[in-house]
């Protein structure tokens, strides 16, 4: 199957001559209507401004409000006051309280230090000089760049009060008063104290020093290395911007497949440039620091961590980028994995290559994220076993500046995987879980997958390490084991293209990720819904539509691709599309068929202990739930186990019969997605509409290829005739085996 | 000299902590300035659009107009009335008056079918019903897409009206028409007809399929490949508009080091869609075909061009392409250069490879555009011969369908190269100046180099073939041999980056040379003036400073890059930066060395009789004018002649004291541009002028790294003092021969 070829057929015949009779009445249709579209915009362009609707505002349009949300916001937007002083971060609440306010109200709000005192107005205040306390509520309840909204009354004078400790959380404050407008339709009974949950709200770029993006399907890099330091985009600008509004405090400029040269002192300037527009805005900058630095641009002849040479190497070069770079936060190290050196080179473990890095950062306060996605060349072990397996009896090995970084699963951003089991194994040690926002194994940019439920099935994943109730959650946020230092990454999506994201939902992603590492007990369709507000509309009857396709496009993405608890099906390299069948890799765990072991006899990676036991990595309660064949959720068998075509499942299906029962299902909702997608047109501007109904075509497509192809794999293993009713496969396998995708991102 | 380097010391130390006390003023004052910037932003988001001023509209921003040309708008910004019917092109030229007479008017221009009998309005009038006769003028002065402007009176009524022979000269038409009131204060007296000069007018993208562009400086490609044929940009559509708004009619969308990919039938298909977007607005699209595509995507076992089967494979490639992609225009080969494959590898020369195509393209009335830009691997002649040598014997051997496309100079794009031999050489062959838009040797996207004044050098300079006037020009046109295929190809500078060029500097270029294709006979400062009145300000003290700046750019880039006839100077692979000592690569002609031929004795490559004989190419008219190394003109000295550093030129220095002088001028040149744009401020929006400003200071600081870097080896070979008062390179020559850029682009 070929999309691009399927979906030209359905769309008519690409050479049909223009203008010649009846046969292009679709053709000047079309036309007409991009010359509608155009006359529309003419009313605009008129006073000069020709307004795309390119998805680049994201969830920061501030639209002019309407019904009762109107009404509500009509009777705060008059004047502000406010209690701080000039700092830069200070300055930009007030400037995104006048734009926000004076966008959604249609006139501008104005700055008036006597309206402290008159009905209305709303005040944003940091630090102690009018505090909480005033009213009744507890200062104490604000934490670090926490918030607290209020609805108070002064002096018989009803207000709307932003309090901060911090210019950061003052910052904060204003983004989520700004939603609440546009969310809330009981403004004046806000009462709202919002505090991070995590520490280190972190977006990882995966950017290389030349401008391409490693799992980048948004265009290059929006670090533009070539030009910094002597010009730096005003679009970072607007990037800092976006990220505070979500909360996010932290961004690793490049690729932990790093190169050493971001450290060399030109390097340094730039990133110098780059991080002092994030100060403002409450973010610090990190690099990806690759291990053998020492010897690539130092001229040492080792990188071993216990080398006097090389930790002195690694003192000076981290003393000097806090004499460089402004708000500098530290490194995120991906080592002896895939290729990267690492302190294994030198036969010493991954605590004394992270304690070596944190001595060098401890004086400037700086952190070390060291990740524990690892597996080894050689290593014949269940790659879903390595990680723990080398970093479990490490715990309490790490010096208090280091957190360990794991991925939610135990392979590698699966549409589903268990959680990993590192997770609650690790109690000494500050774990910090790394989610991909950008989708690598989820379709890249044209799929509509909101992640905001893969993330939230991880967080609230329970790890029983303290028995029931020990979530993910509770160790991202510290709680479980009180840790002090925390955090949450998320690999970004973002890059050059217009939408940031590659599509208008993906944006739904990045602002999801933020939201949950804010909160990582948020409720994801709660998050969905105060997205699409934003974004699109908050009309109550669009939200209800766009929730239920946001909601179920992740199970949709899981059911085309991997259903039943496979994993790692896609294609070799890019991991675009299906390729079950392949078996001719180097590594066994390269190969598609290690992962679904599909033989005459069954399919299913038997992980119980009559296999490779990774079940005994977990504590028992966890792993009870999956041990059981027969009582095991559906979603894990296959993760768990190797089970007989003719497995009965739970509903009385057999495996053989699920599985492409799955597949089918999973086409079908894309195609619900695309219905319910189509009737929302009114809601929506015509270009975001177009855009995401085209590329809800393209998914569908490649849904339908998912499914053909993974049946005439299987099918070709067991042997076994499709169920009665069942649609065969468009193609043979042999032609889904010869799609070669040589240009893919 | 490393460039970020310096500007970085020059602009502070980045370590500077923020807000604390004295040293923070200056970054204070930034803020605030930022803040007082995004305040002004506020009062047009308040109406819900902010308008960012990033350059992405190009010349065609139609800005609400002032003064007297507003007055003079103010009087025709009624009503208009068209005389044609409802093509789509004919209703892109409505639009397209609608939207730029109602943008600079302030209101909407209405459609009025009475409007021809009303005073002050516009006709649109394509075809005869309403033709130039009737108001004494001559139809047979249109030709092609050719239009004319008149300001007449009908019926008593003043009007102006636009009158084409064909929709697409309307279109034309109409975008001049806007023009003229930009920048014409007098357009009651219009009476203007214009005509191309050329058939194509062709922009070569040297675009990859993975994004990738070959010396490409603005970004990844605008063609998005891989989500073709199923999503398509909308901002193609922006392209085709700026193309047509200047009468680029013809677009080669893959790099001439092709990839036989495209020729596929499932690229084919994204190609089509390009097509049709681009179809309406009057361009045809071509693909740069790999010559041994039959091998890779036809399973042949060669490529001969005689091979029958080859033909065939040629033939029905064709036409599926003529079946699947509406308005083709033909093929752009690059064979046997560079390591690409062509008909040499069978023994056969370019125009029995040419003439193959040609066959296959002629029953679709395709040409076939066949460059001459070739150099062997193994020929020690001299390179700037090579093409002349291998070409001219085949004159009057290439199929009617074929032009032969030659760089404006026999090496390639350098700053400054005297016309190729070819012009001139092949009378019975059309031949296509190639030039290139995309600065790959003239400092990529952040020099502001103005290359009109390097097109117009070109067409105007003189071949002598019939004796004195044989222009370029008239070979371009076909106007000195009598052809009717003709054309101009232009290397585009196009990306994704938000301003298209890279630069806002740079769309000048694009638009010069679209201008110049058109009527190569017009004047680089006439563009200039033109484009600036559109792109920035109509204010006649802006224009007067803007065009200085933009017309001593040219120079400027020789003088400090490679003055008196120097070639080629810049470093390996990406030609960023000087390397004037590179002695090391594989082949004689790609290392600077060959160009420059400096040693203690003297300096340049000696291509007179007593040399390479590489004027003997050219007519003896022509060769008289360089022959004579005492009346050459200085700037073709060291292109021809090896002097003496103590060799006297007309103005009684020495070459090794005009070397140094020249490089001088250039850093003092670049730096006065920097003064004059400092002072244009208030002319130019803050963004705009900022990212210029900072672009020039990345420029003045690279001119002198090039200064700097070229006298110091020159010195190290001449061993001659620097002249009183030089100053003396900032490093030595160890230190800028130690420079590496393994990130440049």
């Known amino acids: 199957m070929n999309a691009s070829l399927r979906h ?3 769309g008519g015949n690409p050479w049909t001559p223009a203008f010649a009779g009846v046969t292009t009445v679709g053709r000047n249709n079309a036309l007409l209507k991009r010359i509608e579209v155009l006359l529309c915009l003419l009313a605009l362009s008129v006073c000069g401004l020709v307004h795309a609707e390119d998805g680049h505002e994201l969830w920061l349009r501030y639209p002019k409000l309407s019904g009762e949300l109107a009404a509500q916001l009509e009777r705060h937007a008059v004047s502000y006051w406010v209690s701080g002083n000039f700092f830069p971060t200070f300055m930009l609440a007030r400037q995104e309280l006048e734009r926000g306010v004076g966008a959604m109200a249609g006139r501008p709000l104005k700055y008036d230090p006597f309206s402290a005192n008159a009905d209305g107005s709303i005040g944003l205040t940091v630090g102690g000089d009018r505090g909480l306390a005033e009213f009744g509520h507890s200062e104490v309840l604000l934490q670090g760049d926490g918030f607290a909204l209020y609805a108070v009354t002064r002096n018989g004078h009803h207000q709307l009060v932003v309090w901060a400790k911090t210019h950061v959380g003052l910052l904060y404050g204003t983004f989520e008063l700004l939603r609440q407008f546009q969310t809330n339709p009981h403004i004046d009974q806000l009462a ?46 607007d990037y800092a911007r976006a990220n505070a509004s979500i ?33 403002p805005w409450g973010i610090k900058v990190y690099l990806s620091a690759r291990f053998s630095a ?14 006097p040479q090389v930790r002195k190497w690694w003192q000076d070069k981290t003393d000097e980028i806090y004499n460089t770079v402004l708000n ?15 302190p294994g080179d030198y036969g010493r473990t991954h605590a004394d290559g992270a304690n070596m890095l944190a001595a060098a950062l401890a004086r400037h306060h700086g952190v070390v994220m060291w990740r524990a996605f690892v597996y080894s060349d050689v290593n014949p072990e269940d790659r879903a076993k390595q990680a723990y397996s080398e970093f479990k009896p490490l715990d309490g090995k790490f010096a208090d500046n280091v957190l360990v970084q794991v991925k939610n699963g135990a392979i590698d951003f699966q549409p589903r995987e268990p959680f990993h089991p590192l997770f609650g194994a690790m109690p000494k040690t500050p774990l910090m879980p790394e989610l991909q926002i950008t989708k690598e194994y989820l379709g890249f ?52 293209d217009r939408d940031w994201s590659g599509s208008d939902f993906n944006q739904a992603n990045w602002y999801a990720f933020g939201r949950l590492a804010w909160n990582p007990y948020d409720s994801s369709e709660r998050i969905v819904r105060e997205w699409l507000a934003q974004t699109f509309s908050a009309d109550p009857a669009f ?14 993405a899981v059911d085309y691709m991997t259903p039943l608890g496979l994993a790692h099906q896609m294609g070799t390299g890019h991991h675009y599309g299906p390729a079950p069948w392949v078996n001719d890799q180097k590594r066994p765990e390269w190969n598609p068929v290690y992962y679904n072991r599909a033989d005459a006899n069954g399919i299913g990676f038997d992980r119980t202990a009559t296999g490779s036991d990774a079940l005994a990595q977990y504590f028992p309660q966890a792993a009870a739930q999956w041990a059981d064949v027969n009582t095991i959720d559906d979603k894990y068998l296959l993760w768990f186990h190797h089970v007989p075509w003719q497995h009965k499942l739970k509903n009385g299906q057999t495996v053989w019969q699920a599985l492409i029962d799955h597949y089918d299902h999973g086409v079908a909702e894309v195609e619900a997605m695309q219905q319910q997608w189509e009737g929302l047109q009114s809601y929506v501007d015509a270009e975001r509409h177009d855009k995401t109904k085209r590329f809800l075509q393209i998914q569908r497509n490649e849904a339908q290829w998912w499914r053909d192809a993974s049946i ?22 042999g032609y889904y085996q010869a799609l070669r995708f040589p240009d893919a991102p």
């Open 712 to 733: 005439a794999y299987f099918q070709s293993v067991s042997k076994l005739p499709l169920p009665a009713g069942v649609r065969p496969p468009e193609h043979d396998l």
């Open 445 to 496: 940019a044209t799929h509509l997958v909101y992640l905001g439920k893969l993330f939230e099935e991880v967080l609230q994943a329970d790890t029983y390490a303290h028995g029931a109730g020990s979530t993910v959650a509770k160790i991202a946020d510290g709680s479980l084991e009180h840790h002090a230092l925390t955090g949450i990454a998320g690999v970004a999506n973002i890059g050059s």
């Open 192 to 237: 709202l104290v919002s505090n991070p949950a995590t520490q280190l709200r972190m977006l990882d770029h995966w950017d290389n020093l030349d401008g391409k993006i490693e799992r980048g399907y948004a265009g290059r890099s929006i670090f533009d290395w070539w030009r910094l330091p002597d010009y730096v985009d005003p679009r970072l600008t």
């Open 543 to 556: 939200i209800e539509q766009a929730t239920q396709i946001m909601l179920r496009s992740r199970e949709a």
């Open 328 to 342: 500098f936060g530290g490194f995120l190290v991906k080592a002896n994995s895939e290729g990267q050196p690492g």
């Open 294 to 307: 020492p010897k690539e641009i130092g001229g040492l002849n080792t990188a071993d961590p216990l080398d």
């Open 247 to 279: 909360g996010i405090n932290g961004i690793v400029l490049n690729n932990v497949n790093a190169n050493a040269r971001v450290l060399t002192h030109d390097y340094l300037l730039k990133v110098a440039a780059i991080a002092k527009v994030m100060e």
């Open 8 to 10: 030209s057929r359905e």
